[in-house]
């Protein structure tokens, strides 16, 4: 099957997906994104989803390209035309393109959006995923999703080279930010679970937001605070969140076991009744 991308009106076969060599986006990183689960070919969460795109723009000063109404049927279409049944749906839009420059360019240049649908699954949750930890070297608002995520991208790599899936930021305070494409937590010996609170240093995740839900809906307490490494080397579970992940138990970080070193019952059991309250979109 061809694959098909939209991009800025108009869906194109892959190859054939450009934008402008001097779009914003490509040279400034000044651009925001969002990834949308997609599940039976439907979009889980969308509401959440747009709504933080359009708060991720407003906080760089730019206006949404279109409602959020004509944004979901660019989604929509998108999966339907690749035919993705289980994956996701990546959606970006920048400032635009114009002659290289710090300042923003003038209102009449049109914004770029562009929407990619993929199908697949990170797999893993019954076996869990080994993390590490990397000094924390992103800039102070992490709570805007920009596509600025160069040291996302280093740490991912220092992950895979250790053998592990994840990066876990460390501030200089020794305690955990966020993974490096992902929410982290951990379930405390009596059961609570933590993560950090969604102040400017972390994105607050769709998928971390409806957790919550999930969690009230089973009687687990939800703690929002820091937590060092220690800690999470000593908690009784520990696992991350994101839409490509939905819920993957850790098992491992920095080479050391989490518990008995087997995905947890709690992580598993929020997993399994995480689209029992997530939105999932009609078709």
């Known amino acids: 099957m061809t694959r098909v991308v939209y ?18 986006g490509f040279q400034f990183a000044d651009a925001v994104y969002e990834v949308c689960e997609v599940r039976g070919g439907r979009l889980v969460d969308e509401t959440r989803h747009l709504a933080r795109l359009e708060r991720s723009l407003g906080e760089l000063g730019m206006g949404m390209p279109m409602s959020r109404a004509s944004l979901g049927v660019v989604l929509r279409e998108s999966i339907r035309r690749n035919r993705v049944r289980s994956g996701t749906v990546y959606l970006q839009v920048t400032r635009g393109a114009a002659p290289r420059d710090f300042l923003f360019p003038s209102a009449d240049v049109a914004q770029t959006v562009v929407c990619i649908a993929r199908p697949g699954r990170m797999a893993g949750a019954t076996r869990g995923i080994s993390v590490v930890t990397a000094p924390e070297m992103r800039w102070e608002r992490c709570d805007i999703k920009t596509v600025m995520l160069l040291p996302a991208v280093l740490a ?14 460390v501030d200089d305070d020794g305690l955990v ?8 937590w951990i379930v405390t010996a009596d059961g609570l679970l933590v993560t950090r609170p ?12 409806t957790l919550e839900d999930v969690a009230r809906s089973l009687g687990l307490v939800v703690v929002e605070r820091a937590f060092t490494v220690a800690e999470a080397h000593a ?7 994101s839409a490509s992940n939905i819920v993957m138990p850790v098992v491992r970080i920095d080479g050391a076991d989490i518990g008995n070193g087997e995905p947890g019952a709690v992580a598993l059991r929020l997993r399994q ?3 029992d309250v997530a939105e999932i979109a009609l078709p």
Request: charge should be positive.
């Open 7 to 24: 991009v800025n009106g108009r869906f194109v076969p892959w190859h054939a997906a450009t934008v402008h060599a001097e779009d914003r």
């Open 156 to 169: 991912k790599e220092t992950a895979r080279a250790a053998g592990a899936r994840e990066a876990w930021f």
């Open 177 to 184: 930010t966020e993974g490096a494409s992902s929410n982290a």
């Open 198 to 209: 969604a102040d400017t240093t972390i994105l607050r995740g769709v998928t971390r937001s």
């Open 235 to 241: 908690a009784r579970e520990a696992f991350i969140t």
């Open 273 to 275: 009744t995480f689209h």
